[in-house]
């Protein structure tokens, strides 16, 4: 007696085939949502942080209008226009890991070709950032010299600094940066406690809501600069290290 032909089998392994197909959509679905949450979550803290840092609000416009002032009464030696010629050279070291993360995340999770969105995103939150504030001083005349703005983003690129602003609360890129120009004749500015500690020449600090700055006598000395009595006497603190 032949057997009879399981006509039933071939639907039933089209109906788990699709099951499972099924299933591979849904978990391709949940990695490309769990991905893309990531990306928002870092570009949300990145936001986040730049905004409890006023890094774009009038704390910053007042600390480039006493970086301004601090240049008008610094005195550097003849020598260090040597590369510059009639420059002034105003640096903005920053360092920001999480647009980093962001923007490795997101060549993992977008297609090729498909990054426009994502990285004109990360652009505007760099661009909201301290160094826009600066570029207002850009080409400004002080002392008879242009006053030029540049970012760098480690020791390696401070070479031609006259002013080096330190905007960071990273105490490794901070110690970094101020080994680069160490006993040479640059101006350093903080804003981090501790960075008098490290070497660093002027620190901003806030005082009964205030912003206030303090002055490293020693490392002034060490740099070769010169400031102004006026500008010691504006000065909260002027202390040793």
Known sequence: MKDKPET???????????????????????????G???????IFNVSNVHAQQHLSGPEYRVKAGFIYHFTRFTKWPQAAFRDTGNSIILCIASYNPLIDTAS?????????????????????????GKSD?????????????????????????TGNCHILFVPSMDKNFTR???SSVKN????????????????????FFKEKKRLQFEVNMDALRRSGLKLSSQLLRSAKNCRME
């Open 8 to 34: 039933g089998n071939w639907k039933l392994e089209l109906f788990r085939l699709l099951i499972l197909n099924f299933e591979c959509l849904i978990l391709n679905i949940r990695f490309q949502l769990t």
């Open 36 to 42: 893309m949450m990531v990306l928002y979550l870092i």
């Open 104 to 128: 490795s995340l997101g060549n993992k999770i977008t297609k090729k070709g498909k990054n426009e969105i994502f990285f004109s995103l990360q652009d505007k939150i760099v661009q909201d």
């Open 133 to 157: 504030i600066f570029l207002s001083l850009n080409n400004k005349i002080v002392r008879k010299r242009k006053l030029k703005v540049v970012r760098c983003s480690n020791e390696k690129e």
């Open 176 to 178: 970094k940066i101020l």
């Open 184 to 203: 040479r004749s640059v101006l350093t500015v903080g804003e981090m406690e501790g960075f008098i500690q490290m070497g660093g020449i002027i620190n």
